[in-house]
């Protein structure tokens, strides 16, 4: 249990409604990542957080934002969800210097139609 | 980046190990070798990794070559609840993020 809660866990939403994705975690690390997983795509990176407030842009960056208020919040915004943003968002977090080893959260189904 | 190469799919017999193979010939010097696993519709689990010397851990053992050109992960002894995608990853980049490839898929038969 890498001690990270993802929420809400499902979600249906509309085309161009706004929508964001928590990922909570109780150890106060400072590495938080946001990934997205495709079929045929594997698992893609979008955003990371090596701090409060401190966050870059991974792969497939365009249409989200995240902000990280907070040690223990990471949060993913879709400002205006689409169809192609249809996907599992897994979030994870990163404990230590050195070697990188990252632990993932259960995952959130979000089905855009 | 470093790429790693994996074969699509694999199958092994119950009980018996699992060999999963991983090339990464363009590896440098300081960088990892991970192996994460995704049962199905469950988030990546980390298993093992390693620099140049080979490692074990209670879920498998890593085998790197001695130029590093290549690695194996072994699931010693291996059960129908090892069935799931396996990624074999070299640390990314920038140095904070791991970059996930198509993976091998593990089919343990009874």
């Known amino acids: 249990d890498a001690g990270i809660t993802q929420s809400p866990r499902h979600k249906v939403t509309e085309t161009g409604t706004p929508v964001t994705l928590r990922c909570h975690q109780t150890?106060?690390?400072?590495?938080m990542y946001w990934y997205r997983q495709d079929p045929g795509h594997g698992l893609r990176l979008i955003h990371y957080?090596?701090?409060?407030?401190?966050?870059d842009k991974g792969e497939v960056s365009d249409g989200y934002s995240v902000s990280r208020s907070k040690t223990e919040d990471f949060l993913l915004t879709l400002e205006s969800a689409t169809s192609s943003q249809t996907s599992v968002y897994f979030c994870?977090?990163?404990?230590?210097?050195?070697?990188?080893?990252?632990?993932f959260g259960e995952g959130s189904w979000l089905t855009v139609v | 980046d470093a790429k790693t190469t994996q074969p699509p799919s694999m199958d092994c017999a119950e009980g018996r190990a699992a060999n999963l193979p991983c090339n990464h010939s363009?590896?440098?010097?300081?960088?990892?070798v991970y192996w994460y696993r995704q049962i199905h519709s469950q988030g990546p689990q980390y298993i093992i990794h390693?620099?140049?010397n080979n490692e074990t851990n209670e879920m498998a053992s890593l085998i790197i070559t001695e130029d590093r050109k290549s690695s194996t992960l072994i699931l010693p002894h291996a059960t129908l609840r090892d069935t799931a995608v396996y990624y074999c990853?070299?640390?990314?980049?920038?140095?904070?993020?791991?970059?996930f490839g198509g993976g091998t898929r593990l089919m343990v038969k009874p």
């Open positions: 363009t590896i440098s010097g300081n960088e990892y």
């Open positions: 150890e106060n690390h400072r590495y």
């Open positions: 390693g620099l140049k």
């Open positions: 990853i070299v640390r990314g980049r920038a140095g904070n993020m791991l970059t």
């Open positions: 994870a977090i990163r404990p230590g210097q050195g070697a990188y080893t990252i632990y």
């Open positions: 957080s090596y701090g409060v407030k401190d966050t």
